[in-house]
């Protein structure tokens, strides 16, 4: 087999010649967390953008927009060479196992691509009473050194999901990896994820009109499963662990 045809990825397959293609992409992704900000925010983006699907993974697939996608689908946006990745239904984060979430930022960080931005909710409460700061920047040495910024994440504040995978390992791989975490009042804050979408406009250079609106996406059509389903790959199981937490995801429709 011709190395242009190889695949690589154990959950996000993808050929060799098309990571070799994105190596000076920068990577946003986005899940359901606090706020459901990184889910929100980046559905957004995938209404108004001319995208281009570049891997997927899921038990159903549909076409949306002429493009064919599943539950967690990579777009390419070749105009500002941006990589978005996200999860089409609004699965939370804190019900996903770590070795999922270990297994599928490996196959993202292995594209090594130019920088990573995870996007993401904080809770209203952890912010200072006197700061009128609207996020908060979680960065790994590797971006600090690289970009000459500096993270603005308070000590004794815990990450989970993927963007503490993201964060860990993108240290010990030495890749640059930005967490952007919005404030949120609540357990969906459409305001909070605005305000993501026109900061993420700036920093990715998308070149989108700014907005006070949010447009979101309609995942009603999508056909209902276990989040099990996600370990039935036999390279994630472990016999020994404790019974997996989840949900019926046709209960969200």
Known sequence: ????????????????????????????????????VGYLSLSHFIEKLDLVTISMWGGSSW???????????????????TIFVLSRLPIHVSSIS???????VMDILNWNAM??????????????VVSKQWAEYALNDTWK???????????????????SSFLMKGTIMNIPVMGLLVYCNDEEDPEA???????????????????????KFDYSFIPG???SELYEDEELKDNDDEE??????????
């Open 225 to 227: 499963g276990e989040i």
């Open 1 to 36: 087999m011709n190395d242009e045809n190889k695949v690589r990825g154990i959950l996000l397959k993808m050929r060799e010649e098309t990571i070799n293609e994105i190596k000076d992409f920068q990577v946003v992704i986005g899940f359901s967390g606090f706020g459901n």
């Open 193 to 215: 994820s605005l305000m993501a979408v026109n900061e993420l406009n700036d920093i990715c250079k998308l070149k989108l009109k700014k907005t006070d609106e949010l447009f």
């Open 115 to 128: 920088k990573y931005i995870v996007i993401g909710g904080l809770r209203e409460l952890k912010r200072d």
């Open 98 to 104: 770590i070795r999922f979430w270990d297994q599928l």
């Open 244 to 253: 997996i937490p989840g949900y019926d995801l046709s209960d969200l429709t």
């Open 63 to 81: 076409y949306y927009k002429n493009n064919l996608e599943s539950i967690i689908t990579v777009y390419k946006h070749e105009i500002s060479k």
């Open 145 to 163: 050194k690289k970009f000459k910024e500096v993270h603005t994440f308070g000590d004794k504040l815990a990450m989970i999901g993927p963007l």
